[in-house]
């Protein structure tokens, strides 16, 4: 499974989404996390790859296991890491992003991972810093380290990714895990469907080389890997579904209409999971859904992504 | 500048060498069962793997194998340049009680031996380490030594010593080159 035949050396400072990466870079850190995810499962969990560099977590979005799958991966690196959350920081004090990376940077830090609840944030900051950027989810734009990891677990699973029939279902507007998902597969010659209410699928994402089909049946059928996305309720300022209830019962995927893709379809979802609407309690626990393996993956995903920009940060 | 090539063993040297390390392992270690052997990637992954058959053919011993990949614990990470590719460590074994022999190709400043000692450390506790390489070149920067080595090849530093392993580079073969020109 290594891409041994295209050899890349990774030379940016930041990740900021899967739009900007080639399909060599993204398979590098593919690699690279794959060699990684074997530290998670010594007794000493740990590799001295980033001993000495300081890792600043600025998350100024409420985020659970983003946060703590970036902490264990930084950990599991040697890596120093601070966390900064916005409740406790001065930004609530009238500081500027700008004010609060720029003082970062003068407490030596070389990494900062970054989540913002506005689009494009970590991308204008990292213009203004020398200290590499992790976008870890900005506004409805990208999540590149959960993209990574879905694509890492689904090729671990199927051993590849061309040709695969990738269906995600659910609130594609206002999710930027599908938004990295969509930028990533499709580079790897992934067929990706995307489901869902017709107000919750972005106008005109089929120019991105995606297929949108509303009815779920259609939509799964066939397919080698269905991802379930949450309504993200605190996302939305008006009525875009008329409950959660019609929401779970025409778009809500369980064992019966999983039967529908192929016979070894895997079941994903990036978390939280929001049972009995958008997924049947029996199936989020059945033996093809993956949701945990994905946690797992993480880690290693993370891990990498961190070693790879630590390596680029030495040529400033 | 093209430089001279020296050959140091071909393919028949290379065998006849790995047969005489598989009797010098079993002549020092009488039990045979906690042996353990460890191939550093990338050649010396392969070394192992044909250790382990001579041990094998020899003793009727089937040792356990293992692979490591020494990247991660490397000293010269935070030096400049990208960071060089970390790939898989396979160590299916647990290490405790075990006597482990390393397996490298080349044994020159020992910098690879020193991380490979750190990252066995992370895997467990052995009850013994031990060396094993199919040339030993000199220039030693740090004190470490082989406890099996195929060769001992004098060099200059200026010159490089290429082993080439079947499994990777289509032949047997070691050799010394460049020196002169460098």
Request: hydrophobic share 40%; net charge positive.
């Amino acid at each position: 499974m290594m891409s041994n035949g295209t050899k890349i050396q990774w030379t940016r400072k930041d990740l900021l989404g899967l739009k900007d990466l080639s399909a060599a870079e993204i398979g590098l850190i593919l690699d690279t996390a794959k060699s990684f995810s074997e530290v998670s499962q010594r007794a000493v969990k740990k590799s001295p790859a980033l001993r000495g560099k300081t890792v600043v977590n600025l998350f100024l979005e409420p985020s659970t296991r983003t946060r703590v799958s970036f902490e264990l991966a930084e950990k599991r690196l040697s890596a120093d890491a601070i966390g900064m959350a916005s409740g406790g920081s001065s930004m609530t004090k009238g500081e500027s992003l700008w004010d609060t990376i720029a003082n970062i940077e003068a407490l030596k830090v070389d990494l900062i991972v970054m989540r913002h609840s506005s689009s494009g944030a970590p991308h204008r900051v990292s213009n203004y810093t020398k200290c590499g950027i992790v976008n870890a989810g900005d506004g409805i734009n990208e999540h590149p380290t959960q993209g990574l990891l879905d694509i890492f677990t689904l090729r671990e699973l199927k051993g590849k990714i061309r040709g695969l029939k990738v269906v995600f279902v659910g609130d594609i507007l206002h999710s930027r895990v599908a938004r990295s998902n969509v930028w990533g597969l499709t580079k790897l010659g992934a067929e990706v469907v995307l489901c869902g209410p017709k107000t919750l699928i972005p106008w005109g994402i089929e120019e991105l080389g995606v297929k949108v089909i509303h009815d779920v049946r259609k939509a799964i059928d066939g397919a080698d890997a269905v991802t379930l996305l949450r309504i993200q309720m605190e996302r939305q300022n008006e009525t875009l579904f008329p409950s959660i209830r019609e929401y779970a019962s025409t778009f809500g995927l369980n064992t019966e209409l999983f039967k529908l893709a192929k016979p070894d379809a895997i079941l994903m979802h990036p978390g939280p999971v929001n049972r009995g609407v958008e997924i049947e309690s029996a199936l989020a626990d059945s033996t093809q859904s993956y949701i945990l393996k994905q946690v797992t993956n993480g880690i290693a995903v993370r891990m990498a992504v961190l070693y790879l920009l630590s390596g680029a940060l030495k040529n400033e | 500048m093209t430089s001279p090539e020296k050959l140091v063993l071909d393919a028949a040297g290379i065998d006849r060498t790995l047969t005489r390390m598989a009797h010098e392992v079993l002549e020092h270690h009488k039990d045979v069962k906690p042996l353990a052997l460890v191939g550093i990637r990338t050649r010396g992954v392969f070394l192992a793997e044909r250790l382990q058959k001579k041990l094998l053919e020899i003793a009727g011993v089937e040792s356990p194998l293992g692979t490591l990949d020494i990247t991660m614990y490397r000293d010269d990470l935070s030096e400049v340049g990208p960071n060089p590719e970390v790939r898989e460590t396979k160590l299916p074994f647990d290490l405790k009680a075990k006597i482990i022999i390393l397996v490298d190709d080349v044994l020159y400043t020992g910098r690879t031996i020193r991380a490979a000692l750190d990252a066995l450390n992370d895997y467990g506790r052995p009850k013994m380490i031990q060396l094993a390489v199919l040339v030993d070149r000199g220039h030693r920067e740090l004190p470490i030594r082989a406890d099996f080595v195929g060769k001992n090849v004098p060099t200059s530093v200026r010159e490089r010593v290429v082993i080439r392993i079947r499994e990777v580079d289509g032949k047997d073969e070691a050799i010394i080159a460049g020196g002169s020109g460098a």
